[in-house]
């Protein structure tokens, strides 16, 4: 009953007659039904038909609500759980396998296409256990990328980045005995050390959070993982050489954007340290391009605007714009648990807004 009078709502917003309904009808139902119920930060009782129809009730104009509608209909990029849960199991065989066989062919002296006969050696092996695999926050779902790869051992799979000394001992223990198992007689205590570290996360839009330069220290998440590699407060430094010790930031979703400057801010932080960026599903540039040179969209973005989302972390970023998003990357983009502030702000303002966000976000940020 209360789909009917929401979907009775968005008829009597958008001015629908009957063939208008028969058109458009099909295709919500199996949006809402595939995907956009389930956003995790709907109010109670909410779902997505009832949202769309109030979102669209906002603005002023038929036309400006044929603007919104379209944009929705034919624009924007739901990232689902059961999506999120794919890129997490297919990271391995698709990301970091052909990564670490990139890394041992030449050393062994295999051409990379030999997968099978790469895969197979004790210095792959040898390298896969010597892999730490680290979450940089929830949205890494290691969970899921654990148990979709039985092949990597609990021990080097942990939840956080940051670890205390008595789980490093831990894992270098379980370290020592698979190693031993591999070579088939127990390594020197020196080589007992992790040779690759794996940051896991979910999304980024702009890199920011993660690496950033302010007046000459870098900060973010991959800056704190950095700082841990030398910190006596840290498990980390017992865990890794870093005179043989690569990282590389592993992301389930980014745009174009944000992977060049992650490789390039990541590069200058590591240093002497191999840095590198694997990205399981690119968002190309063109798409927010694409929202940007749309020019009645853009306005009905400026128009309805409501600058207090400008806190102090969002003007980290260009906001000239500010109704591009964060650090005007004006995506179209929402996530099953949250909608990125580098998507257009009216698909996201939060409640107590002037304006009516259609994914309301949740901050992680306080004032």
């Known amino acids: 009953m209360r789909d009917e009078l929401a979907e009775h709502l968005l008829v009597r917003v958008m001015r629908w007659e009957s063939e208008d309904v028969s058109r458009e009808r099909p295709d919500l139902q199996a949006l809402a039904h595939y995907k956009y119920n389930d956003y995790q930060q709907f109010s109670p009782g909410m779902r997505f038909i009832e949202s769309l129809a109030l979102w669209l009730e906002q603005f002023a104009t038929d036309e400006e609500r044929k603007i919104a509608y379209a944009f929705v209909k034919n624009q924007l990029i739901f990232v689902s759980r059961s999506e999120f849960a794919h890129l997490a199991s297919i990271s391995y065989p698709d990301l970091v396998r052909p990564y670490l066989v990139k890394t041992v062919a030449p050393k062994i002296g295999k051409s990379p296409w030999l997968v099978k006969t ?145 490789q390039e801010e990541g590069t200058k932080l590591f240093g002497n340290i191999p840095f590198t960026v694997l990205v399981a599903q690119l968002i190309p540039d063109g798409i927010g391009e694409s929202l940007r040179n749309n020019p009645a969209l853009t306005k009905l973005c400026a128009k309805y605007y409501d600058s207090n989302i400008e806190t102090d972390s969002y003007k980290r970023g260009r906001h000239d714009q500010p109704y591009l998003g964060f650090d005007e990357c004006c995506l179209p983009v929402v996530l099953d648990h949250n909608t990125p502030n580098n998507s257009i702000p009216l698909l996201w303002f939060p409640d107590a807004m002037s304006a009516r966000g259609l994914f309301p976000r949740v901050s992680r940020f306080s004032e």
Request: charged residues 25%; glycine residues 4%.
């Open 118 to 262: 790469i895969t197979t050696s004790r210095e792959f092996k040898l390298l896969l256990r010597q892999s730490l695999f680290l979450a940089l926050s929830d949205g890494s779902r290691i969970d899921m990328f654990r148990r979709s790869n039985p092949v990597i051992d609990h021990e080097q799979v942990f939840r956080a980045h940051e670890i205390a000394q008595d789980r490093a001992d831990e894992m270098l223990e379980k370290l020592n005995d698979g190693m031993t198992h591999i070579l088939g007689t127990p390594p020197s205590k020196d080589k007992v050390k992790f040779r690759i570290v794996f940051l896991l996360d979910d999304f980024s839009a702009s890199g920011i959070s993660y690496i950033r330069n302010e007046e000459g220290n870098f900060h973010g998440k991959v800056a704190k993982f950095h700082d841990s590699l030398s910190s006596p407060h840290s498990g980390i430094p017992s865990l890794v050489d870093t005179s043989d010790l690569t990282v590389c930031l592993l992301l389930y979703v980014a745009t174009e954007h944000a992977a060049k400057r992650l």
